[in-house]
Structure formats: structure tokens, C-alpha cells
């Protein structure tokens, strides 16, 4: 199969999906997966069954038993769909989460009605990324179709919280050996980082819940107590004057967007302090207390020039500073979670199919970009081991967790053209 051939019978047919390609996309989008706390993970896993298996795709549902916010309420559920070609090759493998955050408030659509109004498609998902996950669909259907004696395999997946870390998704299914090189060799996630844009990786990420202690005392005699909340102004003072001066002159040479995002940042996710806060119906008057307790989450954002234990070390070291120095001063730290950094090259099989893919389509060289989060790349390259991994896929990358959230339609058919070439270019006989 030649790139020509490809391109002559690829492309138009997916423009003639057109239509196909919006009922998906609004299907996908009715149904209201949201994460937390994990709604509809079964639904939507077994509309993707019914919608895979008569198109010769063999369909395996798995539950991530056991991992954080799995339960019968809620539980962990996935699709993998695996097609088989003619010959033997290497495995191309379409990753998209199944999990929308919370609607929020200020739409003028419905969130979850899928509603398609001048070219574009709104609702909660549609860009991050359902509208990824239906272009992938379409894509491989075209491709398998016209060109069924392809060598390899085409993989489509449909994986759990990816919104709040993917431990009952991707992670899951890499421990379990699903994203192991010896059975999958090139991965995309459609993730919405625009249809010219490669996106080879992500910073790294370090979560961090800091305590600070202190004595209970009556409100009218808090010199007979000790303020946690105190020493915690204390913590945020130290890192104003110290922490975010320092990161703020670190860059990266990861070409991360948007711009802003290629230096070092720490993000104060919550803080609380004091009494806990009252039932919403409670109309009664605080207690007059010193606060014993303040409790702060941090979230860390690093680049791939820093390392895990470096970023840890310098809030630790800041907190023992002011140990030394700030008489009653203690605290505990307790890490949430981390993942390192990654990138994939730019000469990765899978890069350099998709840019030759978006030149054919769109007539332009891609910008090549790591994006300011992470998403599953992270366990796909950290515990399955394939690093020949991307982020590409329709719809803009602002717009997600947005209201008005919306994906275009021809962005999603030129993407879906590019991901067709690219099954053209890593599925033939001699790849």
C-alpha cells in the first residue's frame, strides 16, 4: 500500500463518515461519566463493546478491583478493543479516558446534550475527550475497511480516571501487563492539544500535604495556646520569600505550553485550619478555639532538568529552617503522589508517522509540544515501558473543564485523517 493509495481512498472516506462522526461524538457525550465519583464507567464501556465487536474488533471489559475510588457503588471499569490484521506487525494503540470532571455552572447548553450548532459540538467531554475518543473509532473503522489486509493490530481503549490520576484506568492496566512493549509498540492519546500539534510528553508532577501543629486554647487567652494556623502563615511566608522566587528562575528546555508553564510552579491546591467546617444547614456561632491543626496540600509542578527527590527536598529543608528558627514549630509532611517527567523523542516511530501524517493532511510541519499536566502517558511510559508514546487529538486545550466545552467537527475530521494515514504508515507489511 502505497502513501498515495492511502490518501486517495482514506481521506474522502472519512469525510463521507461525517455525519457518523457526530452521532458518536454526541452519544459518547449523553453519556454523563462523571469522575468524581465515577458515574456510568460500565455504560459507556458496554456502548463501545456494541459499537466494536461487529466491526471485527474482539471486545474485553476489566475492572480495576481494589484501586483508589473502586467499589460496587462506583466501580473501575474499561474497554479494550484489539483488532488483528492480516499479517504480522506491530500494534497501534488509541488511548482516550472515559471520565468528564463536574459540569460547573455558567453553560448555555446542555452539558451532557451533545448539541451540534454551526460546526461545533457542546458539552462536558466533548473536547477532553470524547470527541478524541469517537475520532480514534472512526479512524480505524475507515482504515480496517479499505485496507483489511493490514500487518499488525489496531487497539481502541476506553479507560477510567484519568481525571484524578488514572490508578483505576491506565495504571491498572499497565501493572497488569496491557501496555507491555512486547504486545503494543506505538501508542496516541487523543487528548485535545490541537490538530497540528504532537505532543511528546508532560512535567512532572509532586503532591504534598503539609501539617502544621499547634495547642488548643480558649479564644480569649491564645497566649495559653499555640496557632497551627500561625505557623502555617508562617510556611506561606517562607515560600513566598524563598520558594516561588526560585522556581520562577528555573527553565526548561521542554517545549511546554502554554509558555508560561516552562518554568518551575507550585500551586497551594487547599488550606485548612481550625475548627472544621460547619454542616451546611448548621446557624449557630463558632467556638472560641487556637487553632491545633492547619493543614496545607501542595502541588508541585517540575521540569524534566529537576528530579523527584530534589523538588522534596527543598520544601522539606524550608519547613526544617523554620523549625529551627520559629520557636514551636512542628510539622509532618506526607506525600500524595508523584510521577516524574517524560518525553519521547522526536524521531520516534510513532512521531514521525503523525507529522508526516499532519503535513499530508494539513500542509504544514507540526509544532511539537509537552504539555503543563500530566495524563496516562505517565503510566504507559513509567510502568508498561513503552516510551513510543503521544498525545495527539482534535480540540483545543483551553477549552477543557470549561463551560460552553465544545470540539469542532472538521477538526475532528482532519484529525481522524491523520491518525488514518499514520495506521497506513506503521501497519504495512514491511513496518
Known amino acids: 500500500m502505497t502513501d498515495y493509495k492511502a490518501s486517495v481512498e482514506l481521506l474522502p472516506a472519512i469525510d463521507a463518515r461525517r455525519e457518523e462522526l457526530i452521532a458518536l461524538t454526541q452519544d459518547l457525550i449523553r453519556i454523563p461519566t462523571v469522575n468524581p465519583p465515577g458515574d456510568a464507567y460500565l455504560e459507556i464501556c458496554e456502548y463501545l463493546a456494541r459499537r466494536l465487536k461487529p466491526r471485527g474488533f474482539h471486545v474485553e471489559l476489566i475492572r480495576a478491583e481494589g484501586t483508589p475510588g473502586d467499589s460496587d457503588k462506583y466501580p473501575r471499569w474499561n474497554v479494550i478493543a484489539r483488532r488483528e490484521g492480516a499479517h504480522p506487525g506491530g500494534c497501534v494503540h488509541f488511548n482516550s479516558h472515559i471520565d468528564v470532571v463536574e459540569t460547573g455552572s455558567g453553560w448555555t447548553f446542555d452539558p ?7 460546526g461545533r459540538i457542546y458539552g462536558r467531554g466533548a473536547c477532553d475527550m470524547k470527541g478524541g475518543l469517537a475520532t480514534s473509532i472512526i479512524a480505524a473503522e475507515v482504515f480496517a475497511d479499505l485496507f483489511p489486509d493490514f500487518a499488525g493490530a ?26 507491555s512493549p512486547a504486545r503494543v509498540q506505538h501508542v496516541i492519546i487523543p487528548e485535545p492539544l490541537n490538530k497540528d500539534r504532537i505532543c511528546l510528553g508532560h512535567r512532572g508532577v509532586w503532591w504534598a500535604e503539609i501539617e502544621t501543629h499547634g495547642r488548643i486554647a480558649h479564644g480569649s487567652m491564645p497566649f495559653l495556646g499555640d496557632s497551627a494556623i500561625r505557623h502555617m502563615g508562617a510556611v506561606l511566608a517562607e515560600m513566598e520569600a524563598t520558594l516561588y522566587p526560585a522556581l520562577a528562575s528555573r527553565h526548561t528546555s521542554m517545549p511546554v505550553v502554554p509558555p508560561q508553564a516552562r518554568q518551575s ?26 487553632a491545633h491543626s492547619a493543614r496545607m496540600v501542595i502541588d508541585r509542578r517540575y521540569l524534566i532538568e529537576e528530579t523527584g527527590e530534589g523538588v522534596r527536598r527543598e520544601v522539606v529543608d524550608l519547613l526544617d529552617k523554620l523549625k529551627a528558627e520559629r520557636p ?6 506526607r506525600e500524595l503522589w508523584t510521577v516524574a517527567p517524560t518525553m519521547t523523542a522526536r524521531d520516534a516511530p510513532v512521531v514521525t508517522a503523525v507529522s508526516s501524517a499532519i503535513t499530508e493532511v494539513l500542509g504544514l510541519s507540526p509544532e511539537y509540544v509537552v504539555s503543563p499536566g500530566t495524563y496516562d502517558q505517565k503510566h504507559i511510559d513509567r510502568i508498561g515501558r513503552m516510551h513510543n508514546c503521544i498525545a495527539y487529538g482534535p480540540g483545543i486545550l483551553d477549552l477543557a473543564h470549561q463551560p460552553d466545552e465544545y470540539v469542532g467537527v472538521d477538526d475532528m475530521l482532519d484529525a481522524a485523517k491523520v491518525m488514518a494515514l499514520t495506521l497506513a504508515t506503521l501497519l504495512t507489511a514491511d513496518s
Open 328 to 333: 514551636g514549630f512542628s510539622y509532618d509532611i
Open 112 to 118: 451532557f446534550g451533545g448539541e451540534c450548532r454551526d
Open 265 to 290: 510552579t507550585l500551586n497551594i491546591n487547599s488550606l485548612h485550619g481550625g475548627l472544621p467546617e460547619p454542616e451546611a444547614d448548621f446557624t449557630g456561632f463558632p467556638s472560641a478555639v487556637v
Open 154 to 179: 489496531i487497539e481502541i481503549s476506553g479507560t477510567a480516571d484519568e481525571e484524578t490520576g488514572g490508578y483505576g484506568g491506565v495504571a491498572y492496566l499497565a501493572e497488569k501487563g496491557w501496555f
